[in-house]
C-alpha cells in the first residue's frame, strides 16, 4: 500500500537555521531518507519552501482568485512530504517516526487513494 | 425426537456456538477474507441459514466447521457477483482451498489474537477499540454495546461501520506486532480490557442487570489473551487485578446504596476467585517483568487481605505506580493512601494542585469531601460533597455520598451545640 507521510509543523517551534539543533534535525531527516531508500520503500519525497511563499486560488463563478498565504490559517503548517510504498499502516507509522519533525511538530499518515484496485 | 424439540435443539446449539465462538469464527473469517465487514456479514448469513439447514438435516457433526465453510461459501458467492480481476480470483483460489477442508473446531486456526490487536490499534479511537472488541471477541450486539455506554444504538452502529471501514481503507494490520513494538501494543490491548471492566463495574446496579456482564466479559477476554499468549507478567496481572476487583461485586451495594471496601461483608466477598487472583499475581511477580497492572493487582491484593489494611504500603505501591502512569487520578489515590496510612493534612495540601484537572471527577470530589471532614473542616466538606454528589454517576453512588453528607452535617450541627 502507498501512503503519503504529510509532515506539519510551526516555523516558531522548528530549530533555527545555523544551530546545532539545526543540523541535528537535518541529519535525522538524511538518516530516515537512506532508511526508505535502502529499504526500498521511497516513491517520493520532498521539502516545501516556507507558508510565507505560498499562494491559494480558486475558482468562483468562472473567475480565478488568487490570494496570498497558505489555504488555512493555522500554527502548524504542511512543510513537507513523503510518499512509502509498504505492507501496511504499521510499516509506514514505522518510518514516519523516523522523521525528526515528529518532535516538534505533527506526522500525518494518510493511505493514498487506489485507482487501480487489481494492484496491476 | 420431535420437530418441536428438534428445532429447540437446534437454535439452542446455534445460540451456543454463536456466544462462545462468535470471536474465534470471526477472526478465522477475517484471517481469510481481510475484511471484517463481509466477514461479520457471512457469519451472519450462514447462521440464518443454519437455522433451517440444521432443523432440516440435523445438526452437523461440528457445528463451527459448517458455519466456517458456509460463511465463507458466501464470501465467495458476493466476491464472484462484484467484479473480477486478478487481485479477487487470487483471492477465490485461496478461499476454495479453506471451503474443501471439512474442519473440525479445534482444527479451526485461532486467530483471535491477531485479532485483538487489530481491534485495539492506536490508530482507532480508544472508545473505538473498546466497542469493536466487544463486538468481534466478544460478540456483543450493537444494541448491547450501546446500552453499556448509554449511547444512540444508531451512533454505535455508525461508529462500529467508520472504524471497519478505516481498517480496511487505512491498511490497519491483522497481525502479531513485531517483537520490538509488543510490549506497548499489548499493554494498549490490555488497557481496553480494563476500560471494558471499568464500564461495567461503574454500570448503574438497577433492577434489570445488562444481559451481558461488561466486568465478566473483561475476565473472559483476559483469560483469553492469557491462554493465547501464555507468560505475559502484565496480562497475569490484568486478569489478577479483574479478578480481585470482582471478588468483591456481591458487597458493593446494599439495599441501592454503594458500600465502600472497608464496610463491605468479606462473607460475601467470592474467596475462590480471590485465590486465584492472588496466584496468578504470585505467578506474574515472579517474572520479574513490572507493569502497572501487577502493581494495581497487588494494591488490589492489599485491599483483600485479611485484618488491617496496610495503608503504608498501599502508598508506597502508589508511588511506584506513579513513575508509571504520572495522572492526576493516580495522584489522588495515592493521597487518599497516605490520609489513610495517618498522614491527613499532607494528603489534603497533595489535593489542592489536582482540583483543577479533576474537577469533573466525582472520585476527585468524594475523596476530598471525606478527608476535609475528617479533618473537622466541615463546611469545606459540604460543598465538596454537593459537588460529587452532582457529578455521580449512578443512584447508587448519590445515595451513598448523600448519607455522608447528612453525617458531616450532623457532625456540624453537633459541633454547633458545644459551646
Excluded at chain 1, 518532535?103 to 499518515?109: H, K, L, N, Q
Excluded at chain 2, 456466544?19 to 450462514?46: C, K, M, P, S, W
Aim: proline share 6%; with cysteine.
Amino acid at each position: 500500500m502507498k501512503y503519503m507521510i504529510l509532515i506539519y509543523n510551526d516555523p516558531a517551534l522548528e530549530p533555527a537555521y545555523g544551530t546545532p539543533a539545526f543540523d541535528a534535525m537535518m541529519a535525522g531527516f538524511f538518516a530516515a531518507n537512506q532508511t526508505m531508500a535502502a529499504d526500498g520503500v521511497l516513491v517520493s519525497g520532498e521539502g516545501l519552501q516556507g507558508v510565507e511563499t505560498a499562494t491559494s486560488l480558486r475558482i468562483r463563478g468562472g473567475k480565478a482568485e488568487t490570494m496570498d498565504g497558505p489555504f488555512a490559517t493555522t500554527k502548524e503548517h504542511l512543510g513537507g512530504y513523503y510518499v512509502v510504498d509498504v505492507a501496511d499502516l504499521d510499516a509506514a507509522l514505522k518510518y514516519a517516526a523516523l522523521l525528526p519533525a515528529a518532535e516538534f511538530g505533527t506526522i500525518e499518515v494518510r493511505p493514498l487513494m487506489n485507482y487501480n484496485p487489481a494492484g496491476n | 425426537m420431535t420437530a418441536a424439540s428438534q428445532a429447540i435443539a437446534v437454535t439452542r446449539t446455534l445460540e451456543a456456538v454463536m456466544r462462545n465462538d462468535r470471536g474465534r469464527l470471526t477472526a478465522a473469517l477475517i484471517a481469510r477474507l481481510r475484511d471484517f465487514q463481509l466477514a461479520e456479514e457471512v457469519l451472519q448469513e450462514a447462521a440464518v441459514s443454519a437455522l433451517t439447514h440444521w432443523g432440516r438435516s440435523g445438526l452437523p457433526s461440528s457445528p463451527q466447521g459448517w458455519l466456517l465453510r458456509v460463511a465463507l461459501r458466501r464470501a465467495i458467492d458476493r466476491l464472484r457477483s462484484g467484479q473480477r480481476d486478478a487481485r479477487r480470483a487470487a483471492d477465490l483460489a485461496v478461499l476454495a482451498a479453506d471451503e474443501a477442508d471439512d474442519t473440525e473446531p479445534h482444527m479451526i486456526a485461532d486467530d483471535r489474537l491477531r485479532l485483538i490487536f487489530t481491534c485495539c490499534h492506536p490508530a482507532l479511537e480508544p472508545k473505538t477499540r473498546v466497542a469493536l472488541t466487544l463486538r468481534t471477541l466478544g460478540g456483543l450486539t450493537t444494541v448491547e454495546i450501546a446500552g453499556a455506554f448509554l449511547d444512540d444504538p444508531t451512533a454505535m452502529g455508525q461508529r462500529l461501520s467508520r472504524a471497519k471501514a478505516k481498517i480496511a481503507a487505512a491498511g490497519i494490520p491483522f497481525a502479531i506486532p513485531a517483537p520490538e513494538d509488543w510490549a506497548e501494543r499489548l499493554q494498549s490491548v490490555l488497557v481496553v480490557v480494563y476500560l471494558i471492566f471499568n464500564q461495567g463495574y461503574s454500570a448503574n446496579p438497577g433492577p434489570q442487570p445488562l444481559r451481558r456482564d461488561l466486568c465478566e466479559e473483561a475476565i473472559f477476554l483476559a483469560r483469553m489473551l492469557d491462554a493465547l499468549r501464555p507468560g505475559e507478567a502484565e496480562t497475569e496481572g490484568l486478569l489478577a487485578l479483574l479478578l480481585l476487583t470482582h471478588s468483591r461485586h456481591a458487597a458493593r451495594h446494599m439495599a441501592g446504596v454503594s458500600v465502600p471496601l472497608a464496610q463491605q461483608d468479606r462473607a460475601l466477598w467470592d474467596a475462590p476467585m480471590i485465590a486465584e487472583g492472588l496466584a496468578l499475581l504470585d505467578r506474574a511477580m515472579e517474572r520479574r517483568a513490572p507493569g502497572p497492572f501487577q502493581i494495581k493487582a497487588a494494591i488490589g491484593a492489599l485491599h483483600a487481605a485479611p485484618g488491617v489494611t496496610d495503608w503504608p504500603q498501599i502508598a508506597l505501591l502508589y508511588d511506584s505506580l506513579l513513575r508509571m502512569e504520572p495522572t492526576p487520578v493516580i495522584r489522588l489515590h495515592r493521597a487518599v493512601a497516605l490520609a489513610e496510612a495517618g498522614a491527613l493534612e499532607p494528603a489534603l495540601l497533595l489535593l489542592e494542585p489536582l482540583a483543577r484537572e479533576l474537577d469533573d471527577y466525582q472520585p476527585f470530589h468524594a475523596a476530598r469531601a471525606d478527608l476535609l471532614a475528617r479533618a473537622g473542616r466541615i463546611a469545606a466538606a459540604l460543598t465538596a460533597y454537593d459537588q460529587a454528589i452532582a457529578l455521580a454517576g449512578s443512584a447508587a453512588d448519590a445515595s451513598f455520598l448523600g448519607i455522608r453528607r447528612d453525617a458531616a452535617a450532623t457532625l456540624r450541627a453537633n459541633d454547633k451545640t458545644t459551646p
